[in-house]
């Protein structure tokens, strides 16, 4: 017998969130609930970040009921400080959101990042962009691997629920194991942590999912994977600037952002929409990069800006953001993307890897003021 959301409702009026025996569906608190056609259930419970370690056990009574459930085939339920607007004002202080600095001045060094980080995972850090088609995905499957390249500990979380790139991109199948109760292994590809929803579904599944849905898959790919001791957890960003990058804000506190966009005007209009978000949710920019920046013909040798050239240097100095470098636009990333073989691992020493490994260098310098820790090895595949 399926389940329905009147079903989880009733559940879910056993769990109360207060002394006085306020049950969880009447508290104000409950995000609209979501029951997808394989009988997932969704939602979140609206909470003031400082309620954070009070709720939590009252999160995992919930889940678990809901678990319990006949017909449940499995639970995404998450804590969220965004306000809803059945939500008391009382229950959730708002603190306004930080501006961007006027033109001219340098933007004033962000507030400290508050909330529960990662246990071992010293910093995480956002691969963004203001709209698709850019090449995010490559950008930052290849960062991930250059960083590694320099000797660091790092994992990477495909956040893009809607349409998960980075199993293909590492020639990843399989889902992945269950070390324990509500705890996953992450895959690993050429020495990566790695965990997409695309581990968890069928390829040609659409991902037909609301806000709340999309918020608790990313919490519970953060929260409950086994990432271990990592130095850098690169996540994979959706395009835009809307739940899933509100998400990531709120619920793990981001070292910093990069912003992946092509020299031309319409990508550089939402590269500087996905600046402005990140600064107004007190994440620091890391760099912009220039994605397929100039292509070499290969037969005769000529140069040609397809997309144009230099575009988001200038926006970046425009921003007063770091710039980290700009990517070509060449077959050989192309096509090693496409076979499950990124250049930076298949050709550690050519060109394009060098030219990713350029990138990460000045990004971990932007992120702790300093090298990486240890000499970098030589990535070698058979």
Known sequence: MAITRDDVLKVLSSVTVDAAGTTLPASGRLSQVVVDPTSRVMFSILIDPSEAERFEPIRRQAEGAILA??????????????????????????????????????????????????????HIVAVASGKGGVGKSTTACNLALALSAQGLKVGLLDADIYGPSVPKLF?????????????????????????????????????????????????QMLRE?????????????????????????????????????????????????????????????????????????PHCGTASHIFGHGGARAEAERLEVPFLGEVPLNMTIRETSDAGRPVVAVDPDGPHAQVYRGIAAKLWGNLTGGPAPRAAPRIVIE
């Open 69 to 122: 459930t006949p017909g449940v085939s499995g639970v995404f339920a998450s804590l969220t400080s965004e306000r809803g607007p059945n939500q008391p004002a009382q229950h959730a202080p708002q603190a306004a959101a930080p501006q961007p600095p006027a033109p001219g001045r340098l933007a004033a060094p962000p507030p400290p990042r508050t909330g529960p980080a990662l246990p071992g995972v010293r």
């Open 171 to 219: 020639g990843l199948s399989g889902k992945p194991r269950v070390i324990e109760e509500r705890l996953l292994a992450p895959m690993e590809g050429f020495g990566i942590k790695v965990m997409s929803i695309g581990f968890l579904i069928e390829p040609e599944t659409a991902m037909i999912w609301r806000g709340p849905m999309v918020q608790s898959a990313i919490t």
């Open 225 to 297: 994977v086994a990432w271990g001791e990592l130095d850098v957890l690169v996540v994979d960003m959706p395009p835009g600037t809307g739940d899933a990058q509100l998400t990531m804000a709120q619920a793990t506190p981001l070292s910093g952002a990069v912003i992946v966009s092509t020299p031309q005007d319409l990508a550089l209009i939402d590269a500087r929409r996905g600046v402005t978000m990140f600064r107004k949710v007190a994440v620091p920019i890391l760099g912009v990069i220039e994605n397929m920046a100039t292509f070499i013909c």
